[in-house]
């Protein structure tokens, strides 16, 4: 079945949070610090307040005092990275605004700064262990030692953060782009003081978050004061640099890896020490669990897994995509490829030796236990693994595997939906986002299938917190697990008697539900000019069932282009004083249709029903993890240069 | 600093339709704040992703990167003119598409490339939108889609 709100978006109607036009509505910006670090000594707005054309302007001097971010303020006066608001303006059109902030007089008192992820200030340790590290180490009879790095990555979903709101008398309405109206409902309600009855936020289509529109950013508070102050709706839309400044990026990590193993490639040791770049604030929804991948992938009796957060002068981290196990499946799975050349073992094979049949983290089986040895197969099939063709002349063509396991995909409940059925028709009503992924599609398919009708007789509302059934936030790869056993729950009711009203209910308390997947990539490498270009990926991931195989094959083909991109060109550079030097998407180099490699999805339907009623699992983050992993591997064989370093950079392949 | 507005006439879709602008206001958005067609979108507002193209004199265009008063008699052509066209069928049919922000743009970047070569290449279709970013990633699916409207599939 094809996606349902197909038709809105080849039109162009389909409505974003920056296509609402209300009347009387103006347009904001935000004015950002300069400086890496630095007090203000003295604000003065008042040319710009002067401004024509100008309705409201806002500043630590004037506006309320709301605490954000840990010990700061929504407007504070110490200034903790290029980009951390400072103050806002709104006007008649974002041309006044721009022209406006400008006039805004700031001095400063410049602060020490610290930039890179070696000099930042360290957080309290987190710390995992199993067994006794020592004695592994001293068992095992091969141990690979390996630090490796993965670079601050940016979002850059092309529809930037931002929101239009309005009161209407005592109450706002906000039209945002998020991945969580109910995360966002009350966390504005919260800062503004509100009943969070008194919020209402509608989100009915978005322009990409990859977990960066998690949670509720200044903005939201920021437009709905701005609103206030004017009395009129104010629409805040973010530029493409403030968006690659100040509303999250995925955390830089550097990861010592110690693997120690038997000659018959029996893990028994892992011992990780992993920094963590979290940027100037901790803004909620990192969720990096970095050491996470570690202790569930293999398995492996001693195990030592040490994460360290360190703040530093820059953007604040937040989830990006599988945040945490995409950095440390480059690491661990690099790791798995160097211990199976030290072994001289098929590096498949040495992946089946270590198959892991419970999460050892809580002592559980997982739901379906053989579903990764099953990816393993399929992508090894899809491929034709260890098939490889040669290169020509200077290019070297190489072949790579990397797998991965993913925490999320399992569901989040709480969560409601109501399906009205009449004259053959149905209606399912959620207060779910669809963030792109075609989470609305899937639940019509859901009802549709309960209740016996064509899919194109239901219809779905969802995007509105109103509707007042609670949704979570759209991560995790959670939606569909979380959201499609309560549709599926209504539609058996309203089967019966015309309308009905489901609710997720627990996920089992006596197993553990995972995702994972595995991916083969061949590259060219050009050993002349550095050049890699990947030929071809196949991938095979864990979803449970697959309820439409058009989607799951999309967000398989997206995952692994946006991992591409982080294997071999995304990287925010910053200088010494905490510049981002590639804050557009000119210079941050995202894939482009021109990259494009052969992408072969294998992925099967694998229905998980110890793990929900419909038997399905999310597909949203996994298949960006195992990429960047795959592609090292696969440059390795090529022409035998171990990149520890991402991303892949000609400079790191020849000289 | 106030501005004086500058009257302009766009022709849009076949219609003229006239504005009141400042000078520099760009194509972009005249047409998404004074004309209401918001189709073409804004995403970087500097020439580097294309989720703005709209068509002038049949050519793809970034209107970001436009001044509204130079288009005045020019023909422009957005996202909003076309009504079911090949391509949007091919779109949906190929599922070119995730979230949909930079959708209208990768349409009217292959609605120049097919109105002068009805029938292109792989290599002509990922020429026209390469200068379209798609973060979702949908590259596959979009060049699928360009091929399914070439009449082949
Ligand atoms: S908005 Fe015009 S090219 Fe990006
Ligand atoms: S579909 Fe989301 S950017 Fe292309």
Redesign the interface.
């Not at chain 2, 209401?36 to 500097?46: H, R």
């Given at each position: 079945m094809k996606r349902i709100e197909g038709p809105e978006k080849v039109t162009g109607r389909a409505h974003y949070a920056c296509d609402v036009r209300l009347p009387g509505q103006l347009y904001a910006r935000v004015l950002r610090s300069p400086l890496p670090h630095a007090r203000i000594t003295r604000i003065d707005a008042a040319r710009a307040e002067r401004l024509a054309g100008v309705h409201a302007v806002l500043s630590s001097a004037n506006a309320p005092d709301i605490s954000w971010y840990e010990e700061s303020r929504l407007f504070d006066r110490t200034l903790r990275f290029i980009g951390d608001e400072l103050a806002a303006v709104a006007g008649e059109s974002e041309e006044i605004a721009e022209d406006a902030l400008r006039l805004i007089e700031v001095d400063y008192e410049a602060l020490p700064c610290a930039v890179g992820l070696e000099d930042g200030v360290r957080g309290k340790p987190q710390l995992q262990r199993r067994g006794d590290i020592d004695n592994g180490l001293r068992e095992a009879e091969v141990v690979v030692d390996a630090v490796y790095t993965t670079q601050t990555a940016l979002h850059n979903a092309l529809e930037p953060h931002g929101c239009t709101a309005h009161w209407e008398d005592d109450s706002l309405v906000l039209h945002e782009s998020t991945q969580g109206i109910f995360a966002v409902r009350d966390e504005v309600a919260e800062k503004l003081g509100m009943p969070k009855e008194r919020v209402r936020v509608i989100t009915q289509h978005m322009g990409g978050g990859f977990g960066a529109k998690q949670i509720a950013w200044k903005h939201s508070v920021i437009a709905a004061l701005l609103a206030k102050r004017a009395g009129r709706p104010v629409q805040l839309m973010l530029e493409r640099e403030a968006e690659n400044l100040a509303v999250g990026n995925r955390n830089a990590t550097r990861q010592r890896v110690r693997l120690g193993a038997k000659r018959d490639g029996t893990l028994c040791a892992i011992d990780v020490h992993i920094l963590v770049q979290s940027g100037a604030y901790l803004v909620g929804g990192e969720d990096s669990d970095v050491i996470g991948a570690y202790q569930t992938l293999y398995r492996c009796p001693h195990l030592r897994a040490e994460q360290v957060g360190v703040r530093t002068n820059t953007g604040p981290a937040v989830a990006f995509r599988a945040p945490g196990h995409a950095e440390a499946i480059f690491a661990l799975e690099s790791a798995m490829d160097e211990l199976s050349r030290a072994l001289a073992m098929d590096p498949i094979e040495l992946r089946l030796r270590n198959y892991a049949t419970e999460d050892q983290t809580k002592g559980k089986p997982y739901t379906s236990v053989d579903s990764l040895r099953r990816c393993y197969g399929q992508v090894k099939a899809a491929f034709d693994w260890p098939e490889r063709r040669m290169g020509q002349g200077s290019k070297k063509r190489g072949i790579g595997f990397a797998a991965h396991d993913w925490a999320g995909g399992g569901g989040w409940p709480p969560a409601e939906a109501r399906v009205e059925v009449a004259d053959g028709a149905a209606r399912v009503v959620t207060a779910t986002q669809d963030i792109g992924t075609g989470t609305g599609t899937a639940l019509c398919q859901i009802a549709a299938d309960e209740l016996g009708l064509p899919a194109e007789r239901v219809s779905i509302v969802l995007g509105d917190t109103r509707e007042g059934l609670y949704s979570p936030t759209s991560a995790g790869s959670a939606t569909l697990a979380t959201l499609g056993p309560a549709v599926r729950m209504a539609a058996a009711k309203a089967k019966k008697s015309g309308r009905g009203k489901g609710s997720r209910v627990k996920n089992p308390k006596d197993k553990s539900i995972r995702t994972c997947g595995a991916q083969c990539v061949e590259v060219e490498v050009d050993t002349e000019t550095g050049e890699v270009r990947v030929l071809r990926v196949a991938a095979a991931h864990d979803c449970g069932r697959v309820i439409n195989p058009v989607l799951v094959e999309s967000q398989v083909i997206g995952g692994i282009t946006q991992g591409l991109g982080y294997a071999l060109s995304e990287e925010r550079m910053v200088d010494a004083c905490g510049l981002v030097l590639n804050a557009s998407l000119e210079e941050y180099k995202v894939q482009t249709a021109a990259d494009g490699p052969q992408l072969v999805n294998a992925t099967q339907s694998m229905p998980d029903w110890e793990a929900n009623a419909t038997g399905a699992k999310g597909i949203g983050e996994p298949p960006l993890i195992p990429t960047a992993a795959a592609v090292a591997n696969a440059i390795f064989d090529a022409i035998g240069v171990r990149v520890r370093d991402l991303p892949c950079k000609r400079e790191r392949l020849i000289g | 600093?106030?501005v004086p507005l500058e009257s302009v006439t766009l022709r849009v879709n076949g219609a003229e339709r006239a504005v009141r602008v400042?000078p520099?206001?760009t194509l972009l958005?005249a047409l998404?704040?004074d004309l209401?067609?918001?189709?073409?979108?804004?995403?970087?507002?500097?020439g580097?992703?294309g989720?703005c193209t709209v068509l002038l004199d049949g050519r793809a265009v970034y209107a970001c990167l436009l001044l509204a008063i130079d288009c005045a008699g020019r023909e422009i052509a957005?996202?909003?003119g076309?009504h079911d066209d090949p391509?949007?069928r091919a779109?949906?049919?190929a599922?070119a598409?995730?979230?949909?922000?930079?959708?209208?743009g990768q349409?009217m970047s292959l609605k120049a490339l097919f109105s002068r070569t009805p029938a292109p290449s792989d290599e002509e279709i990922?020429?026209a939108?390469?200068g379209?970013?798609?973060?979702?990633?949908?590259?596959?699916?979009?060049?699928r889609a360009a091929r399914i409207a070439a009449g082949r599939r």
């Open positions: - | 600093m106030s400042e520099r206001r958005d998404r704040l209401g067609l918001t189709g073409a979108k804004k995403a970087c507002d500097m580097n992703c989720a957005t996202v909003e076309l391509l949007q779109f949906i049919e599922d598409f995730q979230c949909g922000f930079c959708t209208p349409i990922v020429r939108v390469s379209n970013l798609c973060r979702c990633g949908a590259y596959r699916n979009i060049v």
